[in-house]
């Protein structure tokens, strides 16, 4: 199968000049070109520097097209191929541009929040920071101070400093021991007449031919005699409940200023 050959240099460059009648072979001689303007020059017909002279033109022409195409032709064949690789990619970069837009808005955003968040709770922890100062300042401010000359403050009682209300502690703890002495001296003497009843009973039981009249006063004086004996018992009870929980309490506060004094 014949092939035919690639086109020539000059046929390519100069595409709008046609050949001359009977079109040629392309493995024909250059010199058969249209080009020249020349018809062949049958071998030996010419001299050595008319042939010289012919190759030396076919030269320069050839280096000035070379030349022209370089210059001209490529350039515009580069800025073509530029045109529409930018073309191709402009639908590329625009996203490119819209994606690094959003990205960046994005992150923008979060480290807005991260650092709003951040001097929140650096704020909160400042206040929390400077309320613990404020207390530990009063606690050593306390500790520093006399225990015995604190002043106290309640609803419940007067304000005082702790070796007053110690004081009155004391009194209170004196008076309280007072009373139940006397409620002790009380209680035994209520034990003795007791004892003096159940002995007259005693006897009066003894005693033969006893009338109605002395029985119904002796189960009267019984009675009498039980109850004041309840009466006391009660009373010493409520008493030694009501005392006995603030006896221990003063006790306590009492060791703790000898303590401290």
């Known amino acids: 199968m014949a092939h035919h050959s690639k086109p020539s240099l000059m046929s390519r460059l100069f595409p709008q000049e046609g050949r001359l009648t009977g079109q040629l072979s392309p493995t024909e001689d250059l010199s058969s070109s249209t080009l020249f303007s020349a018809e062949k020059i049958p071998f030996g017909s010419s001299s050595s520097s008319s042939f010289q002279d012919e190759a030396r033109r076919r030269n320069e022409l050839f280096q000035a097209c070379s030349a022209s195409f370089n210059n001209a032709a490529a350039g515009d064949r580069v800025q073509q191929d530029k045109t529409v690789e930018g073309d191709i990619l402009a639908p590329l970069r625009r996203a490119f541009v819209e994606e690094g837009m959003e990205l960046h808005n994005s992150v923008r955003s979060k480290l807005l929040k991260a650092q709003q968040d ?144």
Do not use: G
């Not at 001097?119 to 400077?130: K, L, N």
């Not at 031919?209 to 005699?225: C, G, I, N, T, Y």
């Not at 009466?231 to 306590?252: C, H, P, R, S």
């Open 118 to 261: 951040m001097s929140s709770q650096i704020s909160d922890f400042e206040a929390f920071s400077s309320c613990i100062a404020s207390d530990v300042d009063d606690i050593y401010a306390n500790l520093s101070y006399p225990l015995s000359a604190t002043l106290c403050s309640a609803p419940n009682f007067p304000s005082a400093t702790i070796e007053i209300h110690l004081a009155n502690a004391k009194d209170q703890l004196k008076e309280a021991e007072k009373m139940i002495r006397n409620l002790q001296d009380e209680w035994e003497e209520n034990v003795r007449l007791e004892e003096n009843f159940r002995r007259e009973l005693a006897s009066i039981e003894k005693t033969p031919r006893q009338s109605d009249a002395d029985h119904s006063r002796m189960a009267s004086l019984k009675e009498e005699v039980e109850q004041l004996v309840l009466d006391n018992t009660q009373a010493l009870n409520e008493i030694e409940e009501t005392y006995k929980e603030d006896i221990q309490a003063e006790t306590m506060k009492m060791m703790q200023a000898m303590l401290v004094d």
